[in-house]
């Protein structure tokens, strides 16, 4: 390493292994990263790569790099090619964030660090969400796909216990009975099926017949085998999201000996009917700002609901609260967000003009999958010339035109996903942004449950002491609140048009002040 240089990590991410087919891949984008170190004159510590989603924290690498920033104060600037090739949830973020890095954007041409203007933390908050919404929709798009699969009567995920995955004649993926396993569940249960054996006994007998997860080795508890006798799919039905579909795979047990199982199970494990509790917004949503424990809800009169601590770590000082008195001073905190029209305007034109980078990102990859697309079906046309001519045989061809018509509706898929985020990114930020608007009536408007929802996606460290509500909102709705401050303080004291210039140039205060 070079004495005197700045010194940099280049972190590189793909979400899958699909999305390296797609033009993402992970030696693109280090080439992208050294290419910019070098030309800014930094020297490169380290370089960290994780393949897999972002959906759930704990990435491998990921941590491996935030751990090599706390030890190396040294090291303060992080290469990434975009938003999303960093962080696709909010907890990241603020790991980042926490540590004091500049955050180098290479593709998106940004530099993000403490000292950044507002818009331009503001704007990639707004990313930041996109980024976590994109996500979200492509999981949404891979439960719908296997809720097609279900339909069809295909299991559409891991095989259970009992059966393993297997690649079909017509090259779908489907499962089949397990040699070893199958007789297993067989037995559990005929055994069951007696009456004379409890769960707890099963799980016993099974476990002398060497029932245990095929990657562990450890046994299968009792509460797994409850499920197993539970699953509709050992009798030949799908049961998936909610719904019973017919399904094409062997059943390891009749319908008959499954529901003489059910029938049991409900009698031995039937409970009395209880009273539904009322949903209660605020509770456990709030500590105390005396001990710090939770403050919690209870209904008295079968009509008022009143909060109070739990004193779990000592008594308490602090009284009684009504829930409208909560409700109240949260309306007043959501207020902050709302802006008018105007402001709306001036945000509308800040985040298309930041759609740009996605739109060509996404233009790109689909350019790349049509080319895919058209290459497959270059390659079935000759292999279907070569069969007509006799060159390969029918079994042959069958086998391969069902690899590459699968592949083709892969793209085809992976291509609607990238029109579908096109075209929704800037709906999704107006609609985030309409959201914040008008946090306040929605919230005033919703039941119990909906407006913990909404709390809950809006604020944070909330903590209630001597009749008074703290918290803070969530990024990027703080910055959101203080562009809306800054608007309307700047209208009044200069008029629109300089009031514009006011809000973009506004500066953060280091020392966030909380609510209250």
């Not at 699969?149 to 295909?154: I, R, S, V, Y």
């Not at 985040?351 to 790109?364: G, K, P």
């Amino acid at each position: 390493m070079k004495i005197g240089l700045p010194t940099t990590v280049l972190y590189a991410r793909v979400s899958s292994k699909e999305q390296e087919k797609e033009g993402f891949s992970i030696p693109a984008q280090l080439k992208l990263l050294r290419d910019y170190a070098t030309t800014q004159g930094f020297t490169v510590a380290q370089e960290y790569v994780d393949v897999e989603t972002a959906k759930q924290t704990g990435r491998t690498s990921f941590g491996a790099m935030v751990a090599h920033l706390r030890a190396n104060p040294d090291t303060r600037v992080v290469l990434v090619e975009k938003t999303d090739r960093l962080y696709r949830n909010l907890k990241d973020w603020v790991t980042l964030e926490e540590l004091n890095v500049e955050i180098h954007l290479v593709k998106e041409g940004a530099i993000l660090s403490r000292e950044s203007r507002s818009s331009e933390k503001f704007m990639h908050g707004i990313k930041v969400l996109m980024a976590k919404n994109y996500i979200d929709n492509l999981s949404e798009e891979t439960r719908k796909g296997m809720t097609e699969k279900a339909q069809q009567g295909l299991w559409p995920s891991y095989a259970p216990i009992g059966y393993h995955n297997v690649v079909g004649m017509d090259g779908r993926k489907m499962i089949e009975p397990d040699p070893d396993m199958a007789p297993i569940i067989v037995r559990l249960f005929e055994w069951y099926a007696t009456g004379g054996m409890s769960l707890k006994e099963l799980a016993r007998k099974a476990r002398g017949e060497g029932f245990s997860f095929r990657k562990s080795g450890d046994p299968v508890p009792r509460s797994t085998i409850h499920t197993i006798l539970r699953k509709r799919l050992y009798m030949g039905e799908v049961d998936w999201d909610g719904h019973i579909y017919p399904g094409v795979h062997e059943p390891l047990v009749s319908r008959e000996l499954w529901e003489r199982v059910q029938e049991l199970l409900d009698g031995r494990h039937a409970k009395k009917h209880r009273r539904a509790k009322r949903d209660l917004a605020f509770s456990r949503l709030i500590s105390c700002g005396h001990c710090g424990c939770a403050v919690v809800g209870e209904v008295k009169k079968s009509r008022y609901v009143y909060y109070h601590c739990t004193g779990y770590k000592q008594k308490c000082p602090e009284p009684y609260v009504r829930e409208e008195v909560l409700e109240r001073q949260f309306s007043e905190m959501l207020d902050r967000l709302s802006f008018d029209a105007e402001v709306l305007d001036w945000v509308r034109e800040a985040l298309t003009q930041s759609h740009e980078d996605e739109r060509r990102a996404h233009d790109e990859a689909i350019e790349r999958l049509q080319a895919d697309s058209a290459r497959l079906q270059r390659r079935l046309d000759a292999m279907y010339v070569d069969k007509l001519d006799g060159r390969i045989d029918t079994a042959s061809f069958d086998r391969m035109a069902t690899t590459w018509r699968s592949e083709q509706a892969d793209c085809r898929r992976s291509i609607a996903q990238h029109e579908a985020a096109n075209r929704s990114y800037m709906a999704e930020g107006i609609r985030l942004l309409e959201l914040a608007r008008n946090s306040r009536s929605l919230f005033e408007k919703q039941e119990a449950r909906e407006k913990r929802r909404l709390l809950d996606f809006l604020v944070s460290n909330c903590s209630w002491r001597d009749g008074q509500l703290t918290a803070e909102f969530r990024q990027p709705f703080y910055l959101l609140a203080d562009t809306a401050m800054a608007g309307a303080s700047a209208k009044a004291e200069k008029g629109s048009e300089s009031a514009r210039s006011e809000i973009w140039l506004l500066r953060l205060d280091s020392n966030q002040q909380p609510f209250g």
